[in-house]
């Protein structure tokens, strides 16, 4: 082979590797979710009620897929457990929710979403026939808030479960 040949054998080469790299070095999608929780304060009384923040974020650099609905919310769910290790209603639990659809929506990188609930110490009794259902005041004791949020990297996919826990002591 005469030289020009390799030449211009070598720059058309060259040419068809410069065309096939981009002007940024790529990286793989990163999925990455935190969830946190936060209970303040950490001792509550009826005049003093215990605030529980839930946060999420997408600190990954793909997007992920939630469940948002009027059964999801926004997809991140708060329990509280009773002394007794039992979940408590916060709410009439025979109270009408409004109806609609729950389905996967995108939390895109960098997204957050929060929930929050208020402890003040009412209870409502679960199971009563009767709307509204009867309340009672909150035993003293350890309280445990639990929040979740689960999400998919992909639609459909599995789902993948966070869940955050933490206490919090009620006084009468």
Known sequence: MSLPRVAMVASALAVLL???CGGRTTRP???????????????????????????VRNIGNARVWHCEGCGCGN?????????????????????????????????????DLGGRLVFTGTLYVAGHPTFPSPTYPA????????????YSAS??????????????AWLR
């Open 18 to 20: 410069q065309a096939g």
């Open 75 to 111: 997809g991140v769910g708060l329990t509280v457990l009773g002394p007794d290790g039992v979940a408590v209603w916060l709410h009439d639990p025979r109270a009408l929710l409004p109806a609609c659809p729950d389905g996967a929506v995108p939390l895109e990188p960098g997204g």
């Open 155 to 168: 639609v459909p996919g599995e789902w993948i479960p966070l869940e955050r826990r933490a206490t919090f």
């Open 29 to 55: 999608a990163v999925t990455d979710v935190g969830l946190s929780l936060n209970i303040s304060p950490a001792v509550g009384t009826p005049s003093l009620p215990v605030v529980a923040d839930a946060r």
């Open 139 to 150: 035993p003293p004791g350890t309280y445990t808030v639990i929040a979740r949020f689960s």
